[in-house]
């Protein structure tokens, strides 16, 4: 039932997250020429390191891990 709103608003912030670096990037790299890089590069390294806290869902059916 909540499925579906959920796949919606993942698509909607995935959009607007998409937008807002599309929107920033020209505006960063006017100010300094490594700025964007660094800041992008950063957030690659925090999610990297979030990403050791999702649960393992290899193997997992979509079923069973929507009843967890």
Do not use: Q
Not at 26 to 53: E, K, R
């Amino acid at each position: 039932r909540l499925r579906s709103y959920n796949v919606a608003l993942g698509s909607l912030t995935h959009w607007l997250h998409n937008l807002a670096v599309s929107k920033a990037t020209p505006a960063i790299l006017n100010a300094t020429p490594y700025g964007a890089y660094f800041i992008f590069g950063t957030l690659n390294v925090v999610m990297a390191i979030c990403a050791f806290w999702l649960p393992e869902t290899k193997g997992v059916s979509f079923i069973e891990s929507d009843r967890n």
